[in-house]
C-alpha cells in the first residue's frame, strides 16, 4: 500500500510566510517535499520541519522556465505560492504573479502532475490595483494550462510572522497616533495555519478540482477594528488619525520608498479601497475553509500568542483599567 513518502511535493515559495506552514502541514502527513526558492542556501531553517531527508531545497527563478521545469522533475504535486506585495527591480506583480504562475502551470501539465495555486481573494482583471489584475491573470493562465487545478483564493493572513500585525504593533510602540486608511473597508483575516491546512488537503485529495476556494476567518472586522484589537492586545493607547484615500495615496508616492514598517505603496492604498471577504457565491457552493471541515481560528484567539512581545512589559503585563 502506497504511503505519502511515495509522493513528491514541489513548493514554489515554500520558504516565505504562507509557504513555511505549508511545508509544516505536509511534513507532518509524511510527504516527501522539494522547495524550490531563487536562494536555496538561505532556507536551511526549513529542513527542521520535518524528518532528516524529508525537506530538500533547489534553486528555481519564475522567470526562467528551465529552472522551473528542472525544479518540479518527477514531482506528483506541485504548489505555487509565490507573490510580492510590492514590486522591485525584475520581481514585478506582472513578472511573478502572472508570468510567473503560467511558467509553474505548463511545467506542471508537461510533468503530469497536479496543481494547487494560491491567489487572492480580490484578484480581478477589472480591478484598479495592478496587484490583483497580476493575480487575476495568473489565475487565467493556471486555468488554461491545468483545467483542474485547485485555486485558493486567501483574504489577509495573519500570523507569528506575518507583515501586518506585526507592523502595526510595531509602529504603535514608537508612535503615540497610527494613520488609518481605509478604515470602514471590510477584511476577513484568515490564520495562515488554516490556509497551509487548506493546501494539505488538497494534497491529500481533499478538495474539489477545478475549483476556486476562498478563504477567510470566522469575522468580518473593518480595519478600524483590527487596529484597534491590535492596541488592546499590546496594551497600548494610540490616537487613529483617518487619512483620506487622496491623501493616503499622494503620501504613498513617497512612502514606497521607506524601509521596514513605514513602506506604503500608491497600490497597496488602491487595494485599501476594496473589500476583501469572502464571496457569497464561494460560501453558497461550499468553497470555503468550512466547506473543507476547518473550522477556522479568529484573530482575537491567535494574536495575543505573539503579539505580546510588542507590550511594554512583555508576556505576564496586566491589561490597564
Not at 518527477?74 to 511573478?96: C, Y
Not at 486567501?154 to 502595526?168: A, I, V
Not at 476556486?212 to 488619525?241: F, H, K, S, W
Not at 487595494?271 to 461550499?286: F, I, P, Q, R
Request: with cysteine.
Amino acid at each position: 500500500m502506497a504511503s505519502n513518502l511515495d509522493t513528491l511535493v514541489t513548493i514554489f515559495g515554500g520558504s516565505g510566510f504562507l509557504g513555511r506552514n505549508v511545508v509544516r502541514a505536509l511534513c507532518k502527513r509524511d510527504y516527501r517535499i522539494r522547495v524550490a526558492v531563487r536562494r536555496p542556501e538561505l532556507a536551511g531553517y526549513l529542513q527542521p520541519s520535518g524528518k532528516v531527508g524529508q525537506v530538500h531545497t533547489v534553486q528555481a527563478n519564475l522567470r526562467y522556465p528551465a529552472s522551473v521545469e528542472a525544479a518540479l522533475r518527477d514531482s506528483h504535486v506541485v504548489i505555487n505560492l509565490v507573490g510580492v506585495l510590492t514590486e522591485g527591480g525584475q520581481q514585478t506583480f506582472d513578472a511573478v504573479q502572472a508570468k510567473g504562475a503560467e511558467t509553474v502551470a505548463k511545467a506542471a501539465a508537461a510533468a503530469g502532475a497536479s496543481l494547487v495555486h494560491v491567489s487572492a481573494i480580490g484578484a480581478d482583471a477589472k480591478s484598479p490595483s495592478r496587484y490583483a489584475k497580476a493575480k487575476a491573470a495568473g489565475e487565467e493562465a493556471v486555468r488554461a494550462a491545468v483545467p483542474s487545478a485547485t485555486i485558493f483564493r486567501p483574504s489577509l493572513m495573519f500570523g507569528p510572522e506575518d507583515q501586518f500585525t506585526n507592523r502595526f504593533a510595531a509602529l504603535a510602540r514608537i508612535s503615540p497616533v497610527l494613520p488609518l486608511i481605509g478604515g470602514e473597508t471590510k477584511v476577513q483575516p484568515v490564520y495562515v495555519a488554516d490556509v497551509a491546512t487548506a493546501i494539505a488537503d488538497a494534497v491529500d485529495g481533499k478538495a474539489k478540482a477545478g475549483a476556486t476556494y476562498e478563504l477567510g476567518g470566522p469575522d468580518v472586522l473593518t480595519m478600524r477594528a483590527i487596529i484597534e484589537a491590535i492596541l488592546a492586545i499590546t496594551n497600548r493607547e494610540r490616537m487613529l488619525i483617518p487619512l483620506p484615500f487622496g491623501l493616503a495615496r499622494f503620501k504613498a508616492n513617497f512612502l514606497q520608498f521607506a524601509p521596514g514598517a513605514l513602506k506604503l505603496t500608491p497600490d497597496q492604498v488602491t487595494m485599501l479601497e476594496l473589500d476583501n471577504v469572502v464571496s457569497d457565491a464561494a460560501k453558497a457552493a461550499g468553497l470555503t475553509l468550512e466547506g473543507l471541515g476547518i473550522t477556522p481560528d479568529s484573530l482575537d484567539t491567535i494574536a495575543p500568542q505573539y503579539l505580546w512581545r510588542f507590550r511594554a512589559a512583555g508576556q505576564f503585563q496586566r491589561k490597564s483599567a
